[in-house]
């Protein structure tokens, strides 16, 4: 009796459980079906969600829990749907990850989304979602942890109550890559939590506002590629937690605040491409983790202290277009890490350091300074890691070595506008990585070294302004990656060889200003990919090939080139009679010589039957006299007359072809 009482108890319960638990499931289901609807589904992706299903459990992109089976994740990166995000989302009250990533999703900011008790994390980013932020949109966040609205089209400025609500959970917060635009409210640094913050890539303005020390927990800070003005904050350097520093591409002005030198754990210190002056302090050696600096497009100046050797760690530099002077310094030979370092358009002296080639590195760039002296290189190819070397703009003098071989990595020379002289090495054939080789604007002479043809891997070719001579060597033919070929205002001769046609990447070529001549060949027809085509200049002759970019380069590119003809420049070519027609090539000699004999015999044939003819003529006339005499004579007998006139009727004098001579002459054929 006692265990049926129980039982009366506990199957009510049990009916309650359970269709409370199924209540709940359909709530995820419903949501999902809700949510699906919104939403255009090109590729098929949701084609599993089934309504007549008892859980969405094993639906694409759905995650369940083990335990409960409500639904926690619902990931649907890349899926190409579009449509808006609708309400359906607000029914699963168990959703913790909401990742929607990589689609077309347009319309709003659905309101209320972030605020579910739950989410942890909401990725919305690389959608067209439109829009302003709401006001209040974070203002009950709960648990949420990481939220990014990333490359979207969201407009407007950040509300002046976000970050005043209670949402100390955040932790990383990305709305880069928007139209967002205005100042960053004060109330903003309310965000105590946050460990990761991007900004970049929108319009925001104005100044940093006082209160950025107040993120502790801050180790990302990323504002580049804003509009922000003004000095650098100076609590930045109360962050002590700070790993990673982008500030680069604003308007910041003034120079680096001293606070800066407390940020030992920053590992990437970018400030390129603002107004900042003065110098560089040498307590920048204390930022002793570091692996990027960038001062890169500042205003600026003094000299790179040699406290910058202590930076252990440091990967790359970037001290580029600036009003830094003095000579490189030697001290960086410590920075054993070193991998990348520009030092390109300031106003350093001196020579090349000593470490340019012992470090290891992989790009060494120092364009656009005064640097001088002769371009040594190790004859011993060990740690010549280089694949960009860049020198341009300076006053680099004497011969390029025959050592550059050694740089087996090398990619891209570029010694352009230096006093380079002497002839180009012939090693440079043996750099089998080469794509780009600019050696233009120096004093070099001599020819083109057949061996570049070795360089097979080149896709740049610039030697112009230069003393080059000789002709384009053939062996270019075997750089079948070539697409740019500048060899102007230099001293080439020969003519351009029909092999350029192997070319078939060619799409800029400048051989103006040299003394080529010759025809240009047909093959130029079938480069389909050339852009720029210049030969002014030059002692070309003969037809333009028919191709298809003559048509579209301008007239000024033949200019300058006397003898050369055709429709495109307005010049008519000169005629050229036709060819004898010969039926059989091998006898040739032999038809020629029985022509010349049938035609001497022709001649004197012609020539007698002439005389003859002069003379048959000359006793047809007389004739005619002498009967004409007769005539007259017996003119009273009528048996003479009547004979003569019998005579006179049957004579050839009747014939209407009579006294006609053919004369035949020696030019007749």
């Known amino acids: 009796m006692r265990s049926f009482a129980v039982s009366l108890l506990i199957l009510p319960l049990f009916f309650f459980l359970s269709f409370g638990l199924k209540s709940v499931l359909d709530v995820d289901l419903l949501g999902l079906i809700v949510f699906k609807m919104e939403l255009h589904d090109p590729d098929g992706k949701l084609s599993s969600w089934n309504v007549d299903d008892e859980t969405p459990c094993g639906w694409t992109g759905v995650k369940c829990d083990n335990n409960t089976n409500y639904v926690t994740d619902l990931s649907l990166d890349g899926f190409s749907l579009s449509g808006k995000i609708g309400k359906g989302l607000l029914r699963l009250p168990s959703l913790q990850r909401l990742s929607l990533t990589n689609n077309d999703i347009s319309g709003t900011l659905p309101v209320g989304v972030v605020n579910l008790d739950s989410l942890i994390s909401v990725d919305l980013s690389s959608n067209v979602i439109t829009g302003v932020i709401p006001d ?26 976000m970050g005043l609500g209670s949402c100390s959970s955040l932790e990383v917060l990305n709305l880069s890559g928007n139209k967002l635009s205005g100042p960053i409210p004060a109330g903003f640094w309310g965000l105590t939590g946050l460990r990761e913050l991007d900004l970049s890539n929108n319009a925001f ?33 109360q962050n002590l937690l700070f790993n990673r520093i982008d500030l680069s591409g604003n308007s910041f002005q003034g120079g680096i605040p001293e606070s800066v030198r407390n940020l030992s754990r920053c590992v990437f210190f970018n400030l390129g491409n603002n107004s900042l002056t003065g110098e560089l302090p040498a307590w920048i050696s204390e930022l002793r983790n570091l692996q990027t600096l960038d001062l890169s497009g500042n205003g600026l100046n003094g000299s790179i202290p040699d406290s910058l050797g202590k930076l252990k760690l440091l990967q790359s530099v970037d001290f580029s277009r600036n009003k830094f002077a003095g000579i490189l310094p030697e001290s960086m030979s410590t920075c054993n890490s070193l991998k990348n370092v520009s030092f390109s358009q300031n106003a ?98 001599g020819s ?162 002439a005389v003859i003819s002069i003379a048959a003529a000359a006793v047809i006339a007389l004739g005619v006299i002498v009967i004409t005499v007769l005539n007259f004579q017996v003119r009273t007998s009528a048996n003479a007359l009547e004979f003569a006139g019998d005579y006179f009727s049957r004579s050839p004098g009747t014939d209407t072809n009579s006294g006609k001579l053919v004369m035949l002459t020696d030019d007749d054929p």
């Open 205 to 237: 303005s104005g100044v940093i506002p006082v209160g950025l020390g107040k993120l502790f927990n801050l180790k990302s800070l990323i504002l580049k590629r804003n509009a922000f003005a003004g000095s650098l904050p100076d609590d930045i350097g």
């Open 348 to 445: 350093f002296t001196g020579g090349l350091p000593k470490w340019t080639f012992a470090l290891g590195l992989q790009q060494f760039v120092a364009s656009g300074n005064h640097l001088d002296g002769n371009l040594e290189i190790p004859t011993s190819s060990i740690n010549l890691t280089l694949r960009l070397l860049q020198l341009s703009g300076n006053a680099f003098f004497g011969a390029i070595p025959m050592s550059i071989k050694n740089l087996q990595h090398l990619q891209l020379l570029d010694l352009s506008q230096n006093s380079f002289s002497g002839p180009i090495p012939v090693s440079i054939g043996e750099m089998k990585a080469l794509q780009v080789l600019d050696l233009s604007v120096n004093q070099l002479n």
């Open 136 to 161: 209040g949109f974070l203002d009950n966040c709960g648990k949420l942890r990481e939220l990014s609205l990333a490359n979207n089209g969201l407009s407007g400025g950040i509300p002046e109550s």
């Open 448 to 609: 083109i070294p057949s061996d570049i043809g070795g360089a097979t891997s080149l896709k740049q070719l610039i030697l112009g302004e230069n003393y080059l001579s000789g002709s384009i060597p053939t062996q270019l033919k075997d750089c079948s990656s070539l697409a740019i070929l500048i060899l102007s205002w230099n001293k080439l001769s020969g003519s351009l060889q029909p092999n350029i046609g192997n070319l078939a990447k060619l799409q800029i070529v400048d051989i103006s200003h040299n003394n080529l001549s010759g025809p240009l060949p047909e093959q130029l027809s079938k480069l389909a990919r050339m852009v720029s085509f210049n030969i002014s200049s030059n002692r070309f002759s003969g037809d333009l090939p028919s191709g298809n970019f003559f048509h579209s380069i301008p007239i000024s590119s033949l200019s300058d080139n006397p003898s050369l003809c055709g429709s495109l420049i307005n010049v008519s070519c000169p005629s050229v009679p036709p060819e004898p027609i010969v039926l059989n090539p091998k006898s040739s000699s032999t038809v020629n010589s029985t022509i010349a004999s049938n035609f001497h015999q022709k001649k004197i044939i012609l020539s007698i039957s």
